[in-house]
């Protein structure tokens, strides 16, 4: 049994962290969690009360939530060199945080039609301004900035979580296509982690009823 859990379902936010499990490369056991009683049983409410995955458990210690599951993975195996140095972390820790703050929430309230109204004081108060436009504004001008990942030229768990907004996003039509993330996009799956993640996710998807 190894010493590092990850509780997921393959058609969830898990697919993030499947990636970056991948990228690490140390083993993991699987731990499928279906949608409904599971996930509010007793048993996994005591690992997340949020009743929602993923989680990852590595030595007893439970991390939920993607952005901090991504830093933590990064942190605790540093020889696969996802995390940048300490004192080069500004970009890495920016955008990483910018994606699950502003990006995530603008393209929830999207997707459910909500629009700010007008009043200046709204865009105050959302967290990401306005409208999705302006946060993708903000990642496309991160990208032209002379950079092929987050932090410069070399990957990082940044890429991962970021990169998987800007790929789902432009698949599935839920972010604005801008310069620069169609080809931002393309390195990131083109990685074998990210390969090996999607076809382990896919596999799981397939053998469901």
């Not at 933590?72 to 972390?89: I, K, M, N, V, W």
């Not at 929830?108 to 301004?129: K, T, V």
């Not at 169609?182 to 999607?198: I, K």
Request: aromatic share 10%; charged share 20%; with cysteine.
């Amino acid at each position: 049994m190894s010493d590092l859990v990850f509780h997921t379902n393959p058609a969830s936010r898990g697919r993030i962290v499947r990636w970056m499990l991948e990228e690490i490369g140390h083993p993991y056991d699987t731990r499928v969690v279906p949608y409904g009683e599971a996930m509010k049983s007793a048993d996994f409410l005591a690992l997340n009360p949020m009743g929602k995955v993923p989680v990852v458990v590595h030595n007893g210690h439970v991390v939920t939530e993607c952005a901090a599951i991504c830093a933590y993975l990064a942190d605790a195996f540093p020889d696969a060199g996802l995390a940048p140095r300490a004192d080069d972390r500004a970009a890495y820790y920016r955008w990483l945080f910018f994606a699950a703050g502003p990006l995530e929430m603008a393209v929830i309230n999207a997707s459910f039609g909500f629009h700010l109204s007008d009043d200046p004081m709204a865009s105050r108060r959302s967290g990401y301004g306005r409208d999705l436009e302006g946060v993708a504004d903000a990642l496309a001008t991160m990208l032209a900035d002379g950079r092929d990942y987050v932090t410069g030229a070399r990957f990082s768990a940044a890429d991962v979580y970021v990169g998987s907004h800007i790929q789902w996003g432009l698949e599935f039509g839920t972010m604005p296509e801008r310069p620069g993330f169609a080809d931002y996009a393309a390195r990131l799956v083109a990685r074998p982690a990210a390969s090996a993640a999607r076809a382990k996710d896919d596999a799981l998807i397939a053998q469901q009823p």
